[in-house]
T-cell receptor
Framework: EADIYQTPRYLVIGTGKKITLECSQTMGHDKMYWYQQDPGMELHLIHY???????EKGDLSSESTVSRIRTEHFPLTLESARPSHTSQYLC??????????????FGPGTRLTVL | GNSVTQMEGPVTLSEEAFLTINCTYTATGYPSLFWYVQYPGEGLQLLLK?????DKGSNKGFEATYRKETTSFHLEKGSVQVSDSAVYFC?????????????FGAGTRLFVKA
């Protein structure tokens, strides 16, 4: 059973607020990812990390930022939320190494609504 | 470029019907292929995978075969159940400079009626 957690599961906030979406995994995985998923649309990678103090931007440009101070923790922050940020955010992790077929484990997601 | 194309949903079937969800891909190199499933209110879970041509992945009655000649990885199940109602994502994972990249299809929603 995968042990990757996201909080909150649902968040409704007003425009201009600063928010942090939490993601934690207890599997000791080196690699972690943030995806954005709009309803009925494909997943887009917005951030990834290959280890502590490593963060990179993904394929889809995002105004959010991430940090990786501890292996198990990969929070995503929006300094000033806007309605265009309304979406579902999925966190994932996978083992390190060179094998391309390492499974990605996904958290339950955070559904964000910005009013 | 690299991409994954899935059949559009929603797909609506009666219980015990045969399921096929088509997936084709475009990739440079030799990707690994995956099917993920997302049940209502839950995160994505790996359903099955195949790492090289002609491999067949299988799990929970679902199967998919890595077809390099047709660049396809179609998902099949012989007899669906109501509990199979979910969104199914086809994905490929390939090596790129500095690591790996996973590309997901748009997802196909499946409704199974009792």
């Amino acid at each position: 059973e995968a042990d990757i957690y996201q909080t909150p599961r649902y968040l409704v906030i007003g425009t201009g607020k600063k928010i942090t979406l939490e993601c934690s995994q207890t599997m000791g995985h080196d690699k972690m990812y943030w995806y954005q998923q709009d309803p009925g649309m494909e997943l887009h990678l917005i951030h990834y990390s290959y280890g502590v103090n490593s963060t990179e931007k993904g394929d889809l440009s995002s105004e959010s930022t991430v940090s990786r101070i501890r292996t198990e923790h990969f929070p995503l922050t929006l300094e000033s939320a806007r309605p265009s940020h309304t979406s579902q955010y999925l966190c994932a992790s996978s083992e390190g190494g060179t094998q391309s077929y390492n499974e990605q484990f996904f958290g339950p997601g955070t559904r964000l609504t910005v009013l | 470029g690299n991409s994954v194309t899935q059949m559009e949903g929603p797909v609506t079937l009666s219980e015990e019907a045969f399921l096929t969800i088509n997936c084709t891909y475009t990739a440079t190199g030799y990707p690994s292929l995956f099917w993920y499933v997302q049940y209502p209110g839950e995160g994505l879970q790996l359903l099955l995978k195949a790492t090289k041509a002609d491999d067949k992945g299988s799990n929970k009655g679902f199967e998919a075969t890595y077809r390099k000649e047709t660049t396809s990885f179609h998902l099949e199940k012989g007899s669906v159940q109501v509990s199979d109602s979910a969104v199914y994502f086809c994905a490929l994972r390939l090596r790129r400079t500095g690591g790996f990249k996973t590309i997901f299809g748009a997802g196909t929603r499946l409704f199974v009626k009792a």
